[in-house]
């Protein structure tokens, strides 16, 4: 690998876990924006009404 030094030894002690960190990180923002979305709407309906 080339690169800093510094992240290709984070990326050996650290690659197994990289992955499903990496996958946490996507699926709580896309929760998040989710949860975003749907309070908006509810916002709008109930001003709706």
């Known amino acids: ?9 984070l990326v050996r002690t650290f690659g197994p876990f990289l992955i499903p960190a990496t996958l946490f990180v996507l699926g709580a923002i896309g929760y998040l924006f989710l949860w975003l979305l749907t309070r908006n709407r509810r916002e709008t309906y109930a001003a709706d009404d």
């Open 1 to 9: 690998m080339v690169g800093l030094p510094g992240i290709e030894t």
